[in-house]
């Protein structure tokens, strides 16, 4: 998907699913306040969010025990796998924690490019809830629009991440390297 960015990328950038909302904000993004803050809080989706803090901060201490014990690491491996499955499925599930609209989008650390049929001028601020897929991984964000390029039904907004959380900087990395490794996986699959 071509982003409009001509400037040179610091990140990674990969085409990937992911269900979209976005909301225009008045001026710029307000120090300290939480992108979250602009969407419904759901339980779900505060759960899953919980969940992948929580993987995040004891992801070192499960490769250690998975070092010294291996049948220990595999199966806490798999239990949390299976508490991932179904924090997934409660936000399938949810009637509200995936509003917006699911679609192909161009996501890297540095910002995301999607289209959208709401008017978003260069330099206007919004935030936005993306929900990653197929792994149901919630990101919140504020970010600034760099471009709008119409041409086609729907405009090709594409805009960089401000303030990014360090949390949600990591959930991105995460989810372009398993989109690169099922890529790799599928490319393997053919040849």
């Known amino acids: 998907m071509p982003t409009g960015i001509d ?9 990937c ?11 710029t993004v307000a120090r300290g306040a939480s992108p979250d803050s602009h969407f ?3 339980p779900a989706l505060a759960l899953s969010r919980e969940l ?4 995040q901060e004891n992801a070192q201490l499960l490769h250690s025990i998975g070092e010294k014990d291996r049948a220990l690491g595999g199966y806490l491996g798999v239990v949390n796998r299976k508490i991932d499955l179904l ?15 699911e679609q192909t989008i161009s996501l890297s650390e540095g910002g995301v490019a999607w289209h ?5 001028p260069g330099g206007a601020f919004v935030a936005l809830r993306l929900m990653l897929l197929p792994a149901y991984t919630p990101v919140t964000a504020y970010a600034e629009v760099i471009s ?7 405009p090709l907004v594409t805009a ?32």
Not at 148 to 154: D, I, K, L, N, Q
């Open 116 to 120: 959208t049929s709401q008017a978003l």
């Open 40 to 42: 419904n809080e759901n």
């Open 17 to 27: 699913r992911a269900v979209v909302s976005c909301k225009l904000l008045a001026d």
């Open 7 to 15: 400037n040179h990328r610091d990140f990674y950038r990969i085409d």
């Open 160 to 191: 960089s991440f401000e303030n990014l959380r360090e949390a949600d900087r990591q959930l991105i990395a995460r989810h372009v390297i398993q989109v690169q490794m099922a890529e790799q996986r599928r490319r393997a699959g053919r040849e």
């Open 148 to 154: 709008t390029e119409y041409g086609t039904a729907e």
């Open 87 to 101: 924090a997934r499925h409660l936000i399938a599930e949810s009637p509200d924690a995936a509003t917006g609209e």
């Open 52 to 55: 992948l803090r929580l993987d």
